[in-house]
Each structure stands twice: as structure tokens, then as C-alpha cells.
């Protein structure tokens, strides 16, 4: 190989390195972990199960149930922070004074880590905290936003799409932007209704982004974790347990470090499952539209 | 002496997934760093434990003089994640020479062979500490008692005289406590009478237990094989706890604490660490500490949790000779003190500490010392994880209203039996 020719691939070498070691060995690791008993304070006692810490998950009641709580969490968050970026970002499109500043602070949540995000919220929805501050001043009673079975999860859910909501809208605005001017001014000239250049110009134009979106918020909505750690560990009566909490508690309460890794695939393959579904569903077409 | 912070919780955005073992990988090439000679070839003793560093690095600095060939290497953990780095760092086969421990995480450690058995090299510490029945296995001794926490009653006083109640007699039995409940959340306006933990579930054993315990309760029979969870004292005291629900606030530990801070809660079960919070935020809030509450008059014993932190050295411990006299050296009285003093979170298990100065001027602080002398640890057993984790489950069953008392104890049993069983 030429030295102009290496060139580039000098370029990517630290991100290749950096992706080897922290991307793909520790995936093939917990890979190999999956089949085996492991107690990481034991590694002495290691031993090969093949296949049976899969077979084990499956027959979880624990295991079933994290799933039932993450697909809820996946199902109820999924469509209402789509819908919500797309009009904060039709809404955005058309503010013509101070769109830096309603740019910035719609998408002020995203550059806050999770933690922090989790530690405010868990403020606001104490017993004390501010919205039942806000109910109470108006004559509402209290809500146990965190303590009530029924009521942890959505309000985790809540505050998932305050979060996320920001991002997605930047993400689709950005798509929007590059619809050319003419176009939108000739359909106005035609007469036709802004629904209507919305539903046949603006939305097929913006479909490959939010084919994007959909897969990127699913993913992420699967791997949900920080939230349920920092808010409610899984409580009240399991009613957050998600399978990555499920699998974090395995791993490192009940240091069953394999039947954890055989988790993490499932989690994987399912993730990749839904994908799958999503991009034959949604994703039609999606590659080749303007 | 070197000293590394810790960043807690981590700042990305999601969590593990396929990456726990990313992190055990990660803690592997991070733990490579940390032995060796220090400088002008002194040894360097690793040692990782939970207090700010600004108040145990002048006790490290003193063993520095004191130990002028040794080099301590601190560093500090934190409660949200340090079980996951000490287990991280086990797994690589790169532990910290000598190491905090909570009560409540040492079991599965000794479970596992992990930590070394001091007992032989402590000998002659016996008298000097107490706090040994939670550090000790089959009369083994696997870590050093080093402080030692436990909760007490605090109450509202003006709440209490607003129910009609003398602040200056805080409830001693159970009777009182839920009479003064129930009187503060009926004419507290608005203040609720008791607080009851929900939404932690990790923590309800500590909760309920105290009042098992006072009752003469237990979670496991004395041969430590069996559930006795069943008992007819854990369900009186099970019945009672239920009992307060009305006039409890359900919520999180620092939920409770902060609406005793703003005078919304009348009584609360907490730690000593409450003492350095409440002059700050809370200056002109006049409360009381008690003793927990015993079932009766002349009956039971106002029993509390006792949680306690002890120092273990780990089986492949690179300097465990080193380590030992480190934790030795920590656990002096008058290294002890200056801990406690800067920290509050826990009591010096040297027996020495209570003839201490400082309790006489702390008159709260004292009565968190007596409560010591009722306090009762979880067993040091080797399913204690699983142990807890069903006593937790069944409490929270009960505290939900999904299970009656009976209900949940005697599922508590059957589950907790069922994991002590041999495997087959």
C-alpha cells in the first residue's frame, strides 16, 4: 500500500483502536461470558454451561417481567417523543426572530448527562417537590409519582421524553432545512394548504431521518438504565425493573456474571429484532425519497 | 500519599447492557496501576474506603510518620458505586491491599472466600472493638470493625406539642409511637406523624427489623439454617409496623429527612449523619433524639439497625502484612474520633471512644452511642444477598397492601428456606 493510499486509514487508526479494545473485545468477551458460571469473585470457579444461562432467562418469571416493563417503556415513550420533536421542529421551522435561542434551549437537555437530569426530576417529584407543590397550591391532591406502582413507571417515562424530545427535534430541523425554498414556495403558489405540504413535501423529505430517529430512540429506550438506578432501582414492587437493571443487579448483587452477559444478548438480539421490523415497516422507500 | 477522587455515578447517557463486561475490563487495565514501590522505595498499602478525603488523608498522614517505610495510596469510593469497582477490581485480580467494607456487602465476600480470615492476627483487638458478631463467620473473623452506624428516633418537638404531646418524653414503646402519630397527623396541619420507607426497597429490612428484633424477632433461626421469619414476634412487631401506615409519609430515606428539615414530619427513623445536617438547614428546628421504642413497658428492647464498616484485606491482597498494620493503626480510638467528628456518618468501634470528651458536650450524639448497645446486625451468612432481597420483597408486599402480615412472613419463610436448601 502506498503512503497516500495508508493515509486515511493512519487517520481513522486511534478511533479503530479505541473501537477494537472498548467495542468489540468486550462484546466478544461477554459473548464467551454467556456460556459460562462466572463469579467475578471467584474466577477460580469458573465453568462451561453452554447454552444453559439462556435457557435459564427464558424460564425467568423476573426475566419476562423486566421485558413486559422495558416493551411499556419502549411502546409509551417511542411514538410521544416522535410526535413531539416533529412539532417542536415544524414549530421551530417557522420562527423567523430568535431561533438561535429556541434552538438552544430545546436542545439545552441533551447536553446534560442523565444523572443530573434524574437527580432533578427525583427532586420535583418528591413528596415535597415542586409539582406537588404546584397540585396543592391549585387544590389538587398529592401524587406519589415514585412510590405509587401504577405511577413510577410512566413518570420515568416522563421525564424520558422531556429529555430526549430536544435532540430529535435538532435532528429532524436539521432534515427540514435541507428542503429547498423553491419547492415549498412553489406549493403555496399552487394553492395548496400547509397540511397538505407538510403531508406530501415536508414529511416524505424528512422520512430517511426519521427512520433514523425511530432506531436510534428504540435503541436507547431498550438500554434504558441510569434512570430506573438513580430514581427508583427497580421499585416500587418491580414496577421499573427494566432488563438492563435486571441484568446490572445479576451482575453485580448476585455477581452471576454470565447468566448477565446471556441477558445482554437477548437484550441484543431482541433490540435487533425490532430493528429489523421497524426498517421493513417504516423504513419502505426511506433510502430513496428526496 | 497519592489519593485518587472517584466520579460516582457515570455521566453516560444509558447504562451497561453488553458492556458490563467492558467495565470489568476497563477496571483491569485502571487496577494495573495501583501497586508497587512508592517513592525513595518506600512499599506503597492501597487502600480504598468511602470517607472524604480531606478527612481520613491527615489520619493517613500521621500513619505516614509513624510507618516511615510505608506509602498509603487512598483512594475514595463512593456508596452508589463502590460494590461495583471493589468487585471490578477482585475479578482482575487486583484488589486494594486493605478496604472499606459495608456490614450488608461483607457476607457475599466471605461467601466467596475473598476476604482472608484475620482471626489469629486480631487476637488481642478483641477487647478493644466491639462490633465483632457482624464482622465474623462461624467464629472467624474476616474483617476489622472500624465504625460503627445505627439509627434512633428523631422527633419534631413542635409538631409533638402541636398534637398535645410533652417533647420532652419522645415515644418509648410502640403504643407511644403510634399514639404520637397518629395525634401529629391529625392536628399537625398537614405534617404527617411517622415516616415509613417506600420506593427503596433495599433498605426495608433495616426498617422493620428493628422492631422484630426489639420483640425478641428474627430473620434466621440460631443455626443460622432455617427461616424463622414465621415467628409470632415478627408478626406483632410485622402488625404494629403495618399499623403506623395512616399517619406515615411513604416515601425515600432523604425524602423523610428533608420534610423533618422543613417540619412536615413529625418522627423519623435516622442516622447520626442527620446531627451535622439539621443545624444547617434546618437551624431553628427544635427536635429531639430518642432510643427507638420497645413493644412495652419492661418488654423487648428498643432494638435498632446496626450497620458497621470494617476493613478487610483481600485474599490476593498484595501487601496484606502492610495492609494489617494500617488497619490496626485506623482503628485507634484516637484515630477514630477525628473520623467520626469530620464525617458523623458512623461511630469509632474502639469501646475506648465512648469515654470520649466529645460526648459529654454531644448530648444527641450519646444517645446514639446507648442505642449501640441495642443495635442488631443482619447474619453474616453466606446467601445473606438472597436473604435480604426476599425479606425485602415480602416487606414491600406488606407495605403495598398486596399481602396481609401473615401472608408475606410466611412467604418470606418458604422463600428464604427454599434458597438455604442444599442444591440438589
Known amino acids: 500500500m502506498s503512503g497516500a493510499r495508508g493515509r486515511p486509514f493512519l487517520g481513522i487508526a486511534p478511533w479503530g483502536v479505541f473501537f477494537a479494545v472498548f467495542g468489540l473485545f468486550p462484546l466478544a468477551y461477554a459473548f464467551v461470558l454467556s456460556f459460562l458460571s462466572l463469579n467475578p469473585l471467584r474466577p477460580d470457579l469458573v465453568r462451561w454451561v453452554g447454552f444453559a444461562n439462556y435457557e435459564r432467562a427464558l424460564a425467568s418469571p423476573s426475566f419476562w417481567h423486566a421485558l413486559r416493563t422495558t416493551a411499556f417503556f419502549v411502546v409509551g415513550t417511542l411514538p410521544v417523543t416522535l410526535t413531539l420533536a416533529y412539532g417542536v421542529a415544524a414549530l421551530l421551522s417557522r420562527i423567523r426572530r430568535g431561533e438561535t435561542f429556541f434552538r438552544a434551549a430545546i436542545f439545552f437537555p441533551a447536553t446534560l448527562s442523565m444523572v443530573v437530569i434524574a437527580l432533578v426530576f427525583k427532586s420535583l417529584y418528591a413528596e415535597e417537590g415542586l409539582l406537588n407543590g404546584w397540585l396543592a397550591a391549585v387544590g389538587l391532591p398529592r401524587v406519589h409519582w415514585l412510590q405509587d406502582p401504577s405511577l413510577a413507571l410512566p413518570s420515568i417515562m416522563l421525564m424520558d421524553v422531556w429529555a430526549s424530545v430536544g435532540y430529535y427535534a435538532i435532528l429532524i430541523l436539521a432534515a427540514r432545512k435541507t428542503l429547498p425554498r423553491e419547492q415549498l414556495e412553489a406549493a403555496r403558489l399552487e394553492g395548496l394548504s400547509p397540511l397538505t405540504v407538510e403531508r406530501r413535501i415536508v414529511l416524505p423529505h424528512v422520512r430517511p431521518v426519521l427512520l433514523f430517529v425511530v432506531l436510534l430512540n428504540t435503541i436507547r429506550s431498550f438500554q434504558i438504565f441510569i434512570e430506573v438506578f438513580v430514581l427508583t432501582r427497580g421499585g416500587p414492587l418491580e414496577s421499573t425493573l427494566t432488563l438492563v437493571y435486571h441484568l446490572y443487579e445479576r451482575a453485580f448483587y448476585h455477581f452471576e456474571m454470565g447468566y448477565a452477559s446471556a441477558l445482554a444478548y437477548l437484550l441484543l438480539i431482541l433490540v435487533g429484532l425490532v430493528l429489523l421490523a421497524q426498517r421493513r415497516l417504516i423504513g419502505r422507500g426511506a433510502e430513496a425519497a428526496p | 500519599m497519592g489519593a485518587k477522587g472517584d466520579s460516582g455515578v457515570g455521566s453516560a447517557r444509558r447504562g451497561p447492557g453488553p458492556a458490563v463486561a467492558a467495565a470489568l475490563l476497563l477496571a483491569l487495565v485502571l487496577a494495573a496501576g495501583g501497586c508497587g514501590k ?387
Open chain 2, 38 to 424: 512508592g517513592e525513595s522505595g518506600r512499599r506503597t498499602v492501597v487502600f480504598w474506603q468511602f470517607s472524604p478525603l480531606a478527612a481520613i488523608e491527615p489520619i493517613l498522614a500521621r500513619f505516614e510518620v509513624e510507618n516511615p517505610d510505608l506509602d498509603v495510596q487512598v483512594e475514595q469510593l463512593t456508596w452508589q458505586s463502590g460494590r461495583e469497582k471493589i468487585v471490578a477490581a477482585i475479578a482482575a485480580g487486583r484488589p486494594p491491599d486493605l478496604c472499606e467494607l459495608g456490614s450488608t456487602f461483607l457476607p457475599g465476600l466471605v461467601a466467596d472466600s475473598t476476604l482472608r480470615d484475620l482471626t489469629d492476627q486480631v487476637a488481642d483487638l478483641r477487647s478493644a472493638l466491639v462490633g465483632w458478631d457482624v464482622s465474623s463467620y462461624r467464629g472467624r473473623a474476616y474483617a476489622i470493625p472500624w465504625m460503627l452506624g445505627t439509627r434512633a428516633l428523631y422527633v419534631n418537638d413542635d409538631l409533638m406539642r402541636r398534637a398535645g404531646l410533652d417533647p420532652s418524653k419522645p415515644p418509648a414503646t410502640w403504643d407511644e409511637l403510634l399514639r404520637a402519630a397518629r395525634a401529629i397527623t391529625e392536628k399537625g396541619h398537614g405534617a404527617k406523624g411517622f415516616g415509613m420507607s417506600a420506593g427503596e426497597r433495599e433498605i426495608l429490612f433495616k426498617k422493620f427489623m428493628p422492631f422484630a428484633w426489639g420483640n425478641g424477632g428474627s430473620i434466621l433461626d440460631s443455626t443460622l439454617m432455617r427461616a424463622a421469619m414465621e415467628s409470632e414476634a415478627n408478626l406483632e412487631a410485622l402488625r404494629f409496623y403495618l399499623s403506623l401506615k395512616p399517619y406515615s409519609l411513604l416515601e425515600r430515606q432523604e425524602m423523610h429527612e428533608e420534610a423533618f428539615t422543613k417540619g412536615r414530619l413529625g418522627i423519623i427513623i435516622s442516622g447520626p449523619w442527620l446531627l451535622r445536617k439539621l443545624p444547617e438547614s434546618a437551624p431553628e428546628l427544635p427536635f429531639t433524639v430518642a432510643l427507638m421504642p420497645r413493644p412495652a413497658p419492661g418488654r423487648g428492647t428498643p432494638a435498632s439497625f446496626a450497620g458497621a464498616e470494617v476493613l478487610g484485606v483481600f485474599r490476593n491482597s498484595k501487601r496484606p502484612e502492610e495492609a494489617l498494620r494500617l488497619a490496626r493503626f485506623l482503628t485507634r480510638p484516637e484515630n477514630t474520633m477525628p473520623l467520626f467528628v469530620a464525617t458523623g456518618n458512623a461511630f469509632p468501634a474502639a469501646t475506648a471512644s465512648a469515654a470520649d470528651s466529645y460526648f459529654v458536650t454531644h448530648p444527641k450524639d450519646r444517645v446514639f452511642l446507648e442505642q449501640l448497645r441495642y443495635a442488631v446486625g443482619p447474619p453474616l451468612h453466606p446467601r445473606w444477598v438472597q436473604i435480604e432481597e426476599i425479606v425485602n420483597a415480602e416487606l414491600e408486599e406488606a407495605i403495598y397492601g398486596r399481602k396481609s402480615a401473615e401472608a408475606a412472613l410466611a412467604s418470606a419463610d418458604a422463600r428464604i428456606n427454599a434458597a438455604l436448601a442444599p442444591a440438589p
